[in-house]
């Protein structure tokens, strides 16, 4: 038996201000010692897991497919921000940060909440989704696009191929990805079934490995990220906490990187 994937991730801090998505790494410590909790088990692709009793568990089984294209970064970022909708803009995708600096005066005591956010992150992880993510992004200079097709509509026509093996656009797209800088990005199940190509079919075979390594992509509902501050209990110490963030947010955002 094994604990189910994804304890790791849920219920530990979470730091949104390094401008990735949906990643472990962005995760802090765990508020939670998930070895002093009773728990359940529940059988799953042939393999039972442990399962902390203060935990939902809800296996699913469906693909997902998310577009989003901006004709410039802001654009691109405010976009993904909303489609994600995880009740929080995170700042690295909004690209801007509006910053009352006179909330904070006593600079001594906020740098007390400083070494809250950097130990624990800004956020904690209460729901979130464990499977696989394929991640195709690609940049280029809309100058030199000279059709008339839709640039975004070329993009996202360009990630179906990668995906399903097939384009309305075929030539749009080739002289795009000539045109691009291009990355696909993959995390969870076994990457070693694309083999040396990342195009359809090979995306099936890798699907198929998902079940059994899956991996931490993406949040599960708008409420997935609690505010850090919201569990004080005292009304003071929370709004210090309310108060201290935007300051906080602004020194240490970090260039966005969309879902590598």
Not at 165 to 189: A, L, P, T
Request: net charge negative.
């Amino acid at each position: 038996m094994a604990w189910i994937p994804g304890l790791d991730e849920l219920g530990s801090g979470y730091d949104y201000l390094n401008g990735q998505y949906a990643q472990s790494e962005s995760c802090t410590e765990n508020f939670f010692d998930w070895g002093n909790i009773p728990t359940y088990e529940r059988i799953l692709n042939g393999q039972t897991y442990i399962i902390p009793n203060i935990v939902n568990f809800y296996p699913k089984i469906s693909a997902e497919y998310i577009s989003v294209a901006g004709e410039s970064l802001d654009e691109y970022h405010e976009l993904l921000s909303n489609t994600v909708d995880i009740g929080v803009k995170i700042c690295g995708f909004t690209g801007s940060l509006e910053t009352e600096f006179g909330k904070v005066v006593d600079y001594n005591k906020f740098r007390k909440f400083k070494i809250i956010f950097r130990r624990y992150g800004s956020h904690f992880i209460r729901s979130l989704k464990m499977g696989g993510r394929v991640v195709f992004s690609a940049s280029t200079n809309k100058l030199n696009h000279n059709s008339k097709i839709d640039l975004k509509s070329v993009a996202k026509d360009a990630a179906i191929e990668i995906l399903q093996g097939e384009s309305s656009y075929e030539d749009e797209v080739m002289k795009f990805r000539q045109n691009s800088e291009i990355d696909v990005h993959v995390c969870g199940g076994n990457i070693r079934a694309f083999g040396n190509d990342m195009l359809h079919p090979n995306v099936d075979a890798w699907a198929a490995t998902v079940p059994n390594n899956p991996a931490f992509i993406t949040f599960d509902r708008s409420d997935s990220l609690l505010f850090i501050g919201d569990l004080v209990e005292d009304e003071t110490r929370r709004k210090q906490f309310i108060d201290a963030w935007p300051v906080y947010a602004n020194i240490y955002k970090r260039k966005f990187k969309s879902f590598e």
